[in-house]
């Protein structure tokens, strides 16, 4: 049996697959990697060979409530008698730059679905299986734009509204469950998809994630209702 267990969404390409290469080094892991498209997810799927312990690629499309619902009957099923340690709502998309008066409307609605009302969705439909767990641990990856105390200027306005909407979304969390550790954790300027990170970004994918699994698997109760970063320093809302 695994030590832990984790689901990751959007493990398919950027922080989430690098998220999946870290913990598959572990035989005391079980992995279950979720993405939309397995069959289109060559690079997770080409890890399949690499890993020490369980790793499980499952079907799920964040954007849709059907599949996030489908998906956990599939999660129960591999998880057996086990709980789920670690959720990590990680999948999440970014319209662009533009400032707050010149973004699309329906840009604003997709972002608000995938980043907010998705992991608001799945943190619901897994509850029993991370309550079951010994570790109970929710991850909502968010950004330091979601920071107004950080005070990042007027660009990428959807993508940041989202993102300090997450962070509110986590506070409550963690204060309607207090059996859980709820954080909300900002991964830093990582090289990513195009209006995400970008080539220009500071850290590679693997530094970020080695501080993000460092910061996840440290934390105590008493660290629910925070808002990290990937180094483990407190961001301000
Ligand atoms: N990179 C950075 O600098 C940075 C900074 C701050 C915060 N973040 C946050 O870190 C997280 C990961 O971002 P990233 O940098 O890895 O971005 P990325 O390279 O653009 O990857 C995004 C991931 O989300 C998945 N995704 C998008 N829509 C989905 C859907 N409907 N269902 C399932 N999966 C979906 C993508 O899957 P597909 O391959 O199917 O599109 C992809 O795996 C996001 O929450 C992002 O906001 C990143």
Redesign the pocket.
Same mark, same amino acid.
């Given at each position: 049996m695994a030590t832990s267990t984790w689901l990751i969404? $959007?493990?398919?390409?950027? =922080? @989430?697959l690098e998220i999946v290469r870290q913990l598959i080094r572990s035989p005391a892991n079980l992995v279950i990697a979720t993405?939309?498209?397995p069959a289109a997810a060559t690079a997770l799927q080409a890890l399949r060979g690499d890993s020490k312990g369980p790793l499980h690629v499952v079907p =799920?499309?964040?954007?849709d409530p059907d599949s996030i619902r489908s998906s956990v009957k599939t999660v129960e099923d591999i998880l057996g008698d086990q709980g789920l340690d670690y959720l990590y709502n990680?999948? $999440?998309?970014?319209p662009g730059i533009e400032p707050a008066f010149d973004f699309e409307y329906s840009d604003l609605l997709e972002t608000l679905k995938?980043n907010i009302a998705a992991p608001a969705l799945i943190s619901q439909v897994y509850l029993p299986l991370v309550e079951k767990s010994n570790r109970k641990v929710i991850i909502n990856?968010s950004?330091g734009l979601g920071s107004i105390g950080l005070d990042r200027g007027s660009v990428y306005s959807a993508y940041s509204v989202t993102k300090a909407g997450l962070n509110m979304l986590t506070y409550k969390q963690a204060k309607a469950k207090p059996d859980l550790i709820v954080i909300t954790l900002?991964?830093?300027?990582?090289k990513? @998809?195009e209006y995400? @990170?970008g080539p220009n970004?500071v850290l590679e994918p693997y530094q970020s994630v080695e501080g993000q699994l460092k910061v996840v698997t440290g934390l105590t109760p008493q660290d629910s209702g925070k808002f990290f970063d990937y180094t483990g320093e407190i961001l301000p809302w």
């Open positions: 969404t $959007g493990s398919s390409r950027g =922080l @989430g993405c939309r498209n =799920l499309d964040v954007s990680n999948a $999440g998309i970014s995938i990856v950004s900002a991964p830093g300027w990582t990513t @998809g995400m @990170g970004a």
